[in-house]
C-alpha cells in the first residue's frame, strides 16, 4: 500500500468515526476524537480517551496532559508530528470516567485495530491501563513499564498516562523515565531509516575509462 493510499483511508476511517453512534458514548460527546499525525509514523502512541479540551477541538492530546508530553519532548529533536497519536475510544466518557468494557470492544474492534495496521507502526507507546490491558492484556502498567514488549513482530513500551502526575507527582517522574527510553528507541529508528549515501568507489574504473588489461595492450 502506498502512503498517499493509507493516508485516504486514514481519512475515510476518521470520517467514519465522526459520525459513529455505534455505542453510548456518542450521545454526550460534543466532537469524536479519531487521531493525528503521520500516516507512515514509525511510533504511534494510544491513550485511553478524549478529556474536556479534546471533546471540544477534535485532537487529541491538547490540554494539560498533552503539554505535559510536548515538555517530555522538548530538547529530544522529537516533535508530535513525529507520532500518530490516538486513543483506545475516541469519544469523550461523562466526567472522564474510566471507559467501559462495551464501549472499549466497540471502539477497537471498529477503529483502533484497523488503524494500527495502517499506520503499522514499529513501535506502540501504550498511556494508561485501560491501553495497556486492552493490548496486551497486562494488569498493571507498574508491571510492564520500563522496558519494551516484543509482540507479533512490533514493539511495545508501557508508561502511565500523562495526566496521572497531576494526581501523584512521583508518576510524573516515572513517565519522563519511560519517554527517556521512547526517545532512545526513536533516534534507533530514525537512523535505520535514514537513506544511506554511498560514494564511489576511488579504485573503481570510471565511465568512459577502459581499465588496463592484464599484461597490457595487446
Same mark, same amino acid.
Given at each position: 500500500?502506498?502512503?498517499?493510499?493509507?493516508a485516504?483511508?486514514?481519512?475515510?476511517?476518521?470520517?467514519?468515526?465522526? +459520525?459513529?453512534? %455505534?455505542?453510548? @458514548?456518542?450521545a454526550?460527546?460534543?466532537? *469524536?476524537v479519531?487521531?493525528?499525525?503521520?500516516? &507512515?509514523?514509525?511510533?504511534?502512541i494510544?491513550?485511553?480517551?478524549?478529556?474536556?479540551e479534546?471533546d471540544?477541538s477534535?485532537?487529541p492530546?491538547?490540554?494539560?496532559a498533552?503539554?505535559?508530553?510536548?515538555?517530555?519532548?522538548e530538547?529530544?529533536g522529537?516533535k508530535?508530528?513525529?507520532?500518530f497519536i490516538?486513543?483506545?475510544?475516541?469519544?469523550?466518557?461523562?466526567q472522564?470516567r474510566?471507559p467501559?468494557r462495551?464501549?472499549?470492544?466497540?471502539?477497537?474492534?471498529?477503529?483502533?485495530?484497523e488503524q494500527?495496521?495502517l +499506520?503499522?507502526? %514499529?513501535?506502540? @507507546?501504550?498511556?494508561?491501563?485501560?491501553? *495497556?490491558k486492552?493490548?496486551?492484556g497486562?494488569? &498493571?502498567?507498574?508491571?510492564?513499564?520500563?522496558?519494551?514488549?516484543e509482540?507479533?513482530?512490533?514493539?511495545?513500551?508501557?508508561?502511565y498516562?500523562?495526566?496521572?502526575?497531576f494526581?501523584?507527582?512521583?508518576?510524573g517522574?516515572?513517565?519522563?523515565?519511560?519517554f527517556?527510553?521512547?526517545?532512545?528507541?526513536?533516534q534507533i529508528?530514525?537512523?535505520?531509516?535514514?537513506?544511506r549515501i554511498?560514494?564511489?568507489d576511488?579504485?573503481?574504473?570510471?565511465?568512459?575509462?577502459r581499465?588496463?588489461?592484464?599484461?597490457?595492450?595487446?
Amino acid at each position: 500500500m502506498t502512503k498517499l493510499q493509507r493516508a485516504k483511508r486514514l481519512n475515510a476511517l476518521a470520517r467514519r468515526i465522526r +459520525v459513529c453512534v %455505534k455505542c453510548p @458514548l456518542h450521545a454526550s460527546r460534543t466532537v *469524536a476524537v479519531p487521531g493525528d499525525g503521520k500516516p &507512515s509514523a514509525a511510533v504511534m502512541i494510544i491513550g485511553e480517551g478524549p478529556g474536556r479540551e479534546e471533546d471540544k477541538s477534535g485532537h487529541p492530546f491538547v490540554g494539560a496532559a498533552g503539554r505535559f508530553l510536548d515538555s517530555v519532548l522538548e530538547g529530544s529533536g522529537i516533535k508530535r508530528t513525529d507520532f500518530f497519536i490516538t486513543n483506545i475510544v475516541k469519544c469523550r466518557p461523562p466526567q472522564n470516567r474510566t471507559p467501559k468494557r462495551n464501549e472499549i470492544e466497540t471502539c477497537t474492534a471498529n477503529y483502533l485495530f484497523e488503524q494500527i495496521e495502517l +499506520v503499522d507502526p %514499529k513501535l506502540i @507507546l501504550l498511556l494508561g491501563g485501560v491501553a *495497556a490491558k486492552k493490548l496486551l492484556g497486562v494488569q &498493571s502498567v507498574n508491571a510492564a513499564r520500563g522496558q519494551f514488549i516484543e509482540r507479533d513482530g512490533r514493539k511495545y513500551l508501557v508508561t502511565y498516562h500523562p495526566a496521572a502526575q497531576f494526581y501523584r507527582d512521583d508518576l510524573g517522574d516515572k513517565v519522563k523515565e519511560d519517554f527517556a527510553l521512547l526517545k532512545r528507541e526513536m533516534q534507533i529508528l530514525k537512523r535505520r531509516r535514514s537513506p544511506r549515501i554511498t560514494t564511489p568507489d576511488a579504485d573503481a574504473p570510471r565511465a568512459g575509462k577502459r581499465s588496463p588489461r592484464a599484461g597490457g595492450a595487446g
